[in-house]
């Protein structure tokens, strides 16, 4: 399966162009669509939109005019191409289905990276981020049901399960701690590389989408939901970022853009199965190999460094999208308590009392929690919260519904509103229980 897009020959740069009426491409019709299509539209639009940033950073930092110039006609391609990937999702998809497929890409994308990752501590940092937007499907998924009547089940077929995460409440962290390890490119596996600038890329693109879409509702529940998911999803990008190598040059950077996208079109094109898709995607992976040998060109004539020598020998292994809920379970199970210090990840009952997360948590969470009043609401007038748990009950008995749970709690719960067994030495911070139906 080894493909190696250094060796192959793409489409030239002048024969990229395309009309208005090619670049409007059919959507897909939302009954039929595979959930994992409708994901990997989400992922290559998201790839696009960096690549059209990326590349217009690098052109506010250059002063050369020919390199300038070579990164204008290449953006254009790229801009280009995120219209005919973002087109294929149909007017009639609502924005909330869109949104509950945004949170299915982070959960089974971000599964992918973490199981195919070879450091350790990224592995965490994607297993740690993996647990709060598994939370986000869920709390869209009960806005969905209480303001439109209607069961995620058929967006994600079964094949995520839709049940709490780490309860997004206790998500809003200080600043500071959202600040990851960089990796060394050169020294790191190119697979970490590659699943660090795709996760960075999707998470971008879901905090882009909810500044953006968050306002056009015009019920308040749905505005504070969003826009407070929305500076989770902030979090997220400070925190998948900072484990990009910031040493690169802008060079270096734009080949590693570059060869991700070929990566990625090269993935997609292998595994979908529409086939008007499946050759749109096999046209981009065209256009980005010769966007690579450009890329590759100006890296020998102005850095004079051998861009082989820098980027991996070939592709082996493709990103699949595929259902990951066993193993999300079991993340879940041993990770649900985790909160981050710094770089690092800990308990948190291990936080003093007096640490920042507190202050942050009572701040923003003073006036109550929107993303827990979704779910108080749709348990109030559906008779019950939704849930979509298709391999039996949740696996930590704390995250239960309410009628399930025993009395048993989570460490947050515990730690954050004072509950037995939370903080033995004492002091507590002063956060008031969230509304009936909240996580305990
Ligand atoms: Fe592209
Ligand atoms: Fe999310
Ligand atoms: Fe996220
Ligand atoms: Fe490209």
Excluded at 149 to 176: C, N, S, Y
Excluded at 417 to 432: D, I, R, V, W
Aim: hydrophobic share 35%; net charge negative.
């Amino acid at each position: 399966m080894a493909f190696n897009p250094l060796q192959e020959r793409g489409i030239p740069l002048d024969r990229q162009i395309r009309n208005w009426s090619e670049l409007n491409t059919t959507p897909y019709r939302k009954q039929d669509v595979h959930p994992y299509s409708r994901c990997r539209g989400i992922v290559m639009n998201g790839i696009e939109v960096e690549a059209v940033m990326f590349s217009h950073q690098m052109n506010r930092n250059t002063l050369d005019p020919e390199v300038k110039k070579a990164l204008a006609t290449v953006r254009r391609v790229e801009a280009q191409q995120q219209k005919a990937i973002n087109w294929l999702i149909p007017g009639d998809e609502s924005t909330l289905e869109v949104t509950i497929g945004y949170e299915q890409v982070a959960v089974d994308l971000t599964a992918w990276a973490a199981q195919h990752e070879p450091d350790p501590y990224l592995r965490q940092v994607y297993e740690f981020g993996l647990l709060e937007d598994f939370d986000h499907l869920y709390r869209y998924a009960n806005l969905y049901s209480l303001l439109q009547g209607k069961d995620a089940q058929w967006l994600v077929d079964g094949l995520t399960e839709i049940m709490p995460g780490r309860p997004t409440i206790f998500e809003h962290r200080d600043p500071a701690d959202e600040i990851r390890r960089p990796m060394t490119s050169l020294a790191a596996d190119p697979q970490s590389v590659l699943n660090a600038m795709t996760v960075t890329a999707a998470e971008q693109q879901t905090m882009n989408f909810y500044m953006t879409i968050g306002n056009r509702f015009t019920e308040p529940l749905a505005r504070a939901t969003y826009l407070e998911i929305g500076l989770i999803e902030e979090q997220h990008v400070t925190q998948y970022e900072s484990i990009l190598d910031p040493t690169c040059t802008w060079l270096e950077n734009l080949l590693f853009h570059e060869y991700n996208e070929c990566w990625l079109y090269y993935s997609f094109m292998e595994t979908e199965p529409d086939p008007k898709v499946r050759a749109l995607y096999e046209l981009h992976l065209n256009m980005e190999i010769e966007h690579l040998r450009i890329a590759c060109e100006m890296m020998r004539q102005i850095e004079k460094r051998d861009p082989e020598a820098i980027l991996p020998k070939s592709i082996d292994r493709v990103m699949t999208f595929q259902e990951n809920k066993a193993w999300v379970r079991q993340i879940l199970a041993d990770q649900v308590d985790l909160t981050a210090k710094g770089s690092q990840f800990i308990n948190i009952a291990e936080l003093p009392v007096d640490d920042a997360y507190y202050a942050y948590q009572a701040r923003v969470n003073e006036g109550g929690c929107p993303t827990e009043q979704v779910i108080a609401e749709t348990a109030s007038a559906k008779g019950d919260e939704y849930r979509l748990e298709t391999e039996g009950e949740h696996p930590v008995p704390g995250l239960r519904r309410p009628d399930a749970r025993k009395g048993a709690s989570t460490e947050y719960a515990r730690c954050l509103f004072n509950e037995p067994g939370g903080f033995p030495h004492g002091a507590s911070p002063t956060l008031q229980q969230p509304p009936a139906g909240g996580p305990s």
